[in-house]
T-cell receptor, first 112, second 117 residues
Framework: GQQVMQIPQYQHVQEGEDFTTYCNSS?????IQWYKQRPGGHPVFLIQ?????EVKKQKRLTFQFGEAKKNSSLHITATQTTDVGTYFC????????????FGKGTMLLVSP | DAGITQSPRHKVTETGTPVTLRCHQT?????MYWYRQDPGHGLRLIHY???????DKGEVSDGYSVSRSKTEDFLLTLESATSSQTSVYFC????????????????FGEGSRLTVL
């Protein structure tokens, strides 16, 4: 079945440093979504990427979808303590009938 | 936040007992999903529904059953709970399918923490 791998599992940064999490799929994806989950909370949708090579920005967050639509990344510039949480990517397969598959997530800790 | 209510929010039960978790939505979204979240495993799909009385299995459906008799309610049942089913369970909804290349954004409930002793 479809697998979505995410690295790193965990990252601890100082406030102001940049952060990047990477997502790789074993198969071509039709689209990829990103979610953020605060400690003790529920996942919250951040963005969806659909097109090959697509880049989207939300303030300090930059999302990219690879040209082959098999990988994606989330980059946070100048992290803040409010960025703390776990970031998940989730992809939908490109062929047949497939549901959204989540990566295992990257936990981000930001020290002031 | 989307109108999604999960109940109970916390439950402790013993091995072998039946457990039902309820997800109730006020958004009239067509699609509903049950995920479990465990450390090191992320979110894994248990079952989902694409309409009233229309359900299908996810990647970790063994030991679980679901029912959807009304648009707004999606029930997850553990017929005979086991310790391996100790987890946090999230219900999610979407208006557009997340499968077959759909573009459905998921809205999650607050979660139900289940402990099976």
């Amino acid at each position: 079945g479809q697998q979505v791998m995410q690295i790193p599992q965990y990252q601890h940064v100082q406030e102001g440093e940049d952060f990047t999490t990477y997502c790789n799929s074993s198969t071509t994806l039709s689209n990829i979504q990103w979610y953020k989950q605060r400690p003790g909370g529920h996942p919250v949708f951040l963005i969806q990427l659909v097109k090959s090579g697509e880049v989207k920005k939300q303030k300090r967050l930059t999302f990219q979808f690879g040209e082959a639509k098999k990988n994606s990344s989330l980059h946070i510039t100048a992290t803040q303590t409010t960025d703390v949480g776990t970031y998940f990517c989730a992809g939908t397969g490109n062929s047949g009938y497939s549901t959204l598959t989540f990566g295992k997530g990257t936990m981000l800790l930001v020290s002031p | 936040d989307a109108g999604i209510t999960q109940s109970p929010r916390h439950k402790v039960t013993e091995t072998g007992t039946p457990v039902t978790l309820r997800c109730h939505q006020t958004e009239n979204h067509r699609y509903m999903y049950w995920y479990r979240q465990d450390p090191g495993h992320g979110l894994r799909l248990i079952h989902y529904s694409y309409g009233v009385k229309d359900t299908d299995k996810g990647e970790v459906s063994d030991g679980y059953s679901v029912s959807r008799s009304k648009t707004e309610d999606f029930l997850l049942t553990l017929e005979s709970a086991t310790s391996s089913q100790t987890s946090v369970y999230f219900c999610a909804i979407s208006e557009i399918a997340t499968d077959r290349g759909g573009t459905g954004e998921l809205f999650f409930g607050e979660g139900s923490r289940l402990t099976v002793l």
